[in-house]
């Protein structure tokens, strides 16, 4: 365990730590371009050099073991006129096309070159030009001449996916990254590269254009496509979500999230059911609030508790599901079932993505639903949105007397019921889902919910008031009667459910 000295600071680091590893524990911030925490060591950008006393020459500090006694100067005179002539080396083929550029506003060579440099260049020759838009794959589009080589997007792919699919060829500055002949950057977590990309060589084709991102504004979430309940940022603006983002939880995703969950969120933005909607005379058309409420207690007090079902989702929150069984409990209907995404075999690795394509499985299951299995017979059905294709094909099948349902989307499900209320998105209401680990994870609200949007546990106190049976919920309270937590419990990395036997 040696003991070094980095800016006045003593510090006792683990055997084997590098400097610049051990200056991050001491809270002490040295720029970079080619170090990241989960890949190996590059070495290449020079921008982490430090001066090392005794030491004849600077040295770069993540490539570098602390040892016994050492004293390390990260800010001095002489590192700052480095790092200065490290810029300005970086930056002599650079297009500086920042108005133009998507990564302006997160830019780490922006960023930098606003901390040490300031100066124009002394680079009076013609810079190299490179191809400006090299398609890489399907997601990700490739800006060669903003590219200054740190070589973490070929590192990603080859120690975290095993996929390999990118090089560097040429030398000296004519070096262009790219892919191996007959490849393409179309790995299930390419999108990764394009957030360890430090400048804007790398974007991601869905976002570029899109916004810029100083406009954004963002909240901590949970992706909804898998199990593993990759935590996230949602970024917002002008009632929008225009990408999610990833963010760190050591204990599930690190700091990495698949494409495909990281490209779920225009289920926020497209086809939703804003107002009430009556079937009348097979046709399901607008209503008024107090319409559709009639219409739900006219069905549901037209029969006892027994000739009711109430079917949660592994698609919504806890705290949805648990406001739908503290519904049966006032109204006294006790078959609880829930609807789920079907597995998907094909699709789960040993990594992130899970074959259950659903956030909330283990939540649902916690409160004691069962799987969907039926049995509706002449009943009447209040359900939460999340039925697969079976599910429906089998509730077709079976015919209820009256299907209701709290839909965030227009689609299959809305197309058999006989009520829809519009229920809100996770994005837009504050809740949490227990993923594959038994742990609750909190999500935020992005967005206020449009037209006549509410989330579903408001809808279902709205429901008990027309039935004469109040109902007074909050997000807080469900999540405390149902699993035993609040919202501050969950931190930012989430709580592990105590086991209940
Ligand atoms: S594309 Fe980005 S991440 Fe890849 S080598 Fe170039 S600068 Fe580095
Ligand atoms: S692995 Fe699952 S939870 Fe993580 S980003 Fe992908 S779909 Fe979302
Ligand atoms: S971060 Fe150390 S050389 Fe690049």
């Keep these: 365990m040696p003991k070094l000295t980095i800016d006045g600071k003593e510090i006792e680091v683990a055997d084997g730590t590098t400097v610049f590893e051990a200056a991050r524990q001491a809270d002490i911030s040295i720029p970079h371009f080619c170090y990241h925490p989960k890949l190996s060591i590059a070495g290449n950008c020079r921008m982490c050099l430090v001066d090392i006393e005794k030491m004849p020459k600077p040295a770069i500090s993540c490539n570098t073991v602390a040892n016994e006694g050492m004293v390390v100067n990260t800010k001095t005179e002489k590192v700052k006129e480095l790092q200065k002539s490290v810029l300005e080396f970086i930056l002599i083929n ?8 998507d990564q302006a506003g997160e830019c780490k060579l922006q960023e930098f070159y606003m901390d040490y440099t300031m100066t124009d260049s002394e680079f009076h020759e013609e810079k190299v030009k490179k191809p400006k838009k090299v398609d890489l794959g399907p997601n990700v589009m490739l800006d060669d001449e903003r590219c200054i080589l740190c070589s973490r997007c070929i590192r990603f792919c080859d120690e975290i996916t095993h996929t390999s699919e ?5 030398r000296g500055d004519r070096s262009t990254l790219t892919t191996f002949p007959g490849k393409q950057l179309d790995n299930k977590y390419s999108l990764n590269t394009v957030d360890i990309c430090p400048v804007g060589a790398l ?9 810029r991102v100083w406009f954004l504004k963002h909240v901590p979430s949970v992706c909804s496509g898998c199990a593993t309940g990759c935590n996230i940022y949602m970024d917002y603006d002008d009632g929008k979500v225009w990408r999610y983002r990833t963010r760190d939880n050591e204990s599930v995703n690190q700091c990495w999230t698949c494409d495909a969950g990281r490209l779920s969120y225009p289920l926020h933005n497209e086809k939703r059911v804003t107002r009430p909607m009556v079937r009348k005379n097979g046709v399901l058309e607008y209503s008024t609030i107090s319409d559709a409420l009639g219409e739900i207690a006219r069905a549901l007090s037209s029969l006892g508790g ?14 949805n599901n648990m406001a739908l069984k503290k519904f049966g409990q006032t109204c006294q209907i006790k078959d609880l079932q829930y609807s789920a995404k079907p597995k998907d075999d094909a699709d789960a690795d040993n990594f992130l993505i899970k074959a259950d394509k659903n956030p909330n499985r283990a939540g649902v299951q916690h409160l004691g639903y069962q799987e969907f299995h039926g049995g509706i017979g002449v009943k009447v059905v209040l359900a939460l949105e999340g039925f697969s294709e079976t599910h429906l094909s089998q509730l077709r099948e079976e015919g209820p007397v009256a299907f209701i349902l709290l839909a965030t989307h227009l ?9 829809v209320l519009p229920a809100a998105t996770f994005g837009e209401q504050e809740g949490s889902f227990t993923n594959f680990q038994n742990r609750v994870q909190k999500f935020e609200a992005a967005l206020i919910p449009q037209g006549m949007v509410l989330p579903a546990w408001k809808w279902l106190e709205k429901i008990a008031q027309e039935l004469k049976q ?8 469900l999540l405390q009667e149902g699993f035993g937590l609040k919202f501050a419990d969950l931190g930012t990395e989430g709580k592990i459910l105590e086991s209940k036997n």
Excluded: M, W, Y
Aim: charged letters at 25%; proline letters at 9%; a negative charge.
């Design 94 to 101: 650079h297009p500086i096309d920042c108005p133009v550029c």
């Design 166 to 170: 990118l090089c560097f060829s040429e």
């Design 203 to 211: 974007t991601s084709k869905p976002f570029r254009f899109q916004k």
């Design 306 to 319: 027994d000739e009711a079902v109430l079917v949660g989702s592994a698609q919504e929150s806890n705290e």
């Design 411 to 419: 689609g299959p499900e809305t197309e058999l019921a006989d009520v």
């Design 470 to 477: 109040p109902l007074q919920l909050s997000a807080e309270a």
